[in-house]
T-cell receptor
Framework: EPEVTQTPSHQVTQMGQEVILRCVPISNHLYFYWYRQILGQKVEFLVSFYNNEISEKSEIFDDQFSVERPDGSNFTLKIRSTKLEDSAMYFC?????????????FGPGTRLTVT | QKEVEQNSGPLSVPEGAIASLNCTYSDRGSQSFFWYRQYSGKSPELIMSIYSNGDKEDGRFTAQLNKASQYVSLLIRDSQPSDSATYLCAVNGNNDMRFGAGTRLTVKP
């Protein structure tokens, strides 16, 4: 069964550094998403992406964050100048379509630890 | 602000009982509603989607939607210890799916 994959599973970085989290969505899916979950808190929407453009972004997704689809399979989240509060699980998700009815499937996540 | 509210629990039911999980949402423009299951340390796993008012059944799971009351629920029949997890209600309006904080369910053998 097709699944979303994410690398690395765990990333440790120092405050102020840049990190790139990578995702391979399900191959025939067209819509891609990033979410984060701080330990013990709820899953928070960051951004949705379609046709090489951001569709929606939350108030969390400020200039520190960027997304890119560098090739036909990868979808990346870049976090510049990381802060301690960026420590969280970051989940990538994908869906076949959008609009009225669609279902998002999540990858296993990348645990980001900022020290 | 688009809010999704759930009782945090914990909700404890005996094996074989019905577990009832509830969710309310604030955005009347929401069109798609989902239940995810999340085991500790794992990613959310989709278990049900519902788009129209009424009930939708899938195996032991039944999702219920009432858009007028802005209310979504999930019933789990014949609960099993393996159902012990946090259940997340998610609501989508326009490509920006919002999650509730989740209800922790424990099914006791």
């Amino acid at each position: 069964e097709p699944e979303v994959t994410q690398t690395p599973s765990h990333q440790v970085t120092q405050m102020g550094q840049e990190v790139i989290l990578r995702c391979v969505p399900i191959s025939n899916h067209l819509y891609f998403y990033w979410y984060r979950q701080i330990l013990g808190q709820k899953v928070e929407f960051l951004v949705s992406f379609y046709n090489n453009e951001i569709s929606e972004k939350s108030e969390i997704f400020d200039d520190q964050f960027s997304v890119e689809r560098p090739d036909g399979s990868n979808f990346t989240l870049k976090i510049r100048s990381t802060k301690l509060e960026d420590s969280a699980m970051y989940f990538c998700a994908s869906s076949l379509t959008s609009g009225y009815s669609y279902e998002q499937y999540f990858g296993p996540g990348t645990r980001l630890t900022v020290t | 602000q688009k809010e999704v509210e759930q009782n945090s629990g914990p909700l404890s039911v005996p094996e074989g009982a019905i577990a009832s999980l509830n969710c309310t949402y604030s955005d009347r423009g929401s069109q798609s509603f989902f239940w995810y299951r999340q085991y500790s340390g794992k990613s959310p796993e989709l278990i049900m989607s519902i788009y129209s008012n009424g009930d939708k059944e899938d195996g032991r799971f039944t999702a219920q939607l009432n858009k007028a009351s802005q209310y979504v629920s999930l019933l789990i029949r014949d609960s099993q210890p393996s159902d012990s997890a946090t259940y997340l209600c998610a609501v989508n309006g326009n490509n920006d799916m919002r999650f509730g904080a989740g209800t922790r369910l424990t099914v006791k053998p």
